[in-house]
């Protein structure tokens, strides 16, 4: 049985800034294509039944940059749709609403291309991504290059635990992660490498 790889986009302009950025489709900073460059020696020393990255192009030009080979969009792969509050900071969410919290709260709807997703919806698409790799994943390793709360979430709900439990996973531009097996159990193998 393979691994989960999974690999967070370079660094991009809003992300720089700690921006919300879901559906917003931005490229690379020179910073995010060096960090992209930078996983390529990591990602070299393995082979992979099944190289699948969200249809953006932050990722997808990281999984080229990285010199990941047949790359396959997964349309469930793209970031949480941050929906009203896409774009903005969460210092600048506190402002006009303290305690707010992403993992806990979801998003107010937006203008009608970003309606917002609840926890539990980004959830639902994590679940098929990983429904989707699972005979993939019995004849080797599986990359998956996509975004930081959309691979927290699938991290979660790898582990068991509700879509929410991504809150516990901070993961960096540029990272790599890994998850696996042991004992029969799904497990965190190897956690934000850069």
Known sequence: ??????????????????????????????????????????????????????????????????????????????????????????????????GWNLWIDGVPPGPPEHPGESPDQVGVRADRVLADLASAREHGDVVLVAHSHLLRVLTARWLGLPASGGAMFRLDTGSLSTLGIEHDRPVITSWNRS
């Open 1 to 98: 049985m393979g691994e989960l790889v999974l690999v967070r986009h370079g660094q991009t302009e809003w992300s720089r800034a700690r921006r919300h950025t879901g559906r917003t489709d931005l490229p690379l900073t020179e910073e995010g294509e060096r960090q992209a460059r930078a996983l390529r020696p990591l990602l070299a020393e393995r082979g992979f039944e099944l190289v699948l990255a969200s249809p953006l192009r932050r990722a997808r030009h990281t999984a080229e940059l990285a010199g990941l080979p047949g790359i396959v969009e997964h349309p469930d792969l793209v970031e949480w749709d941050y929906g009203a509050y896409e774009g903005i900071t969460t210092a600048e969410i506190h402002r006009g609403r303290p």
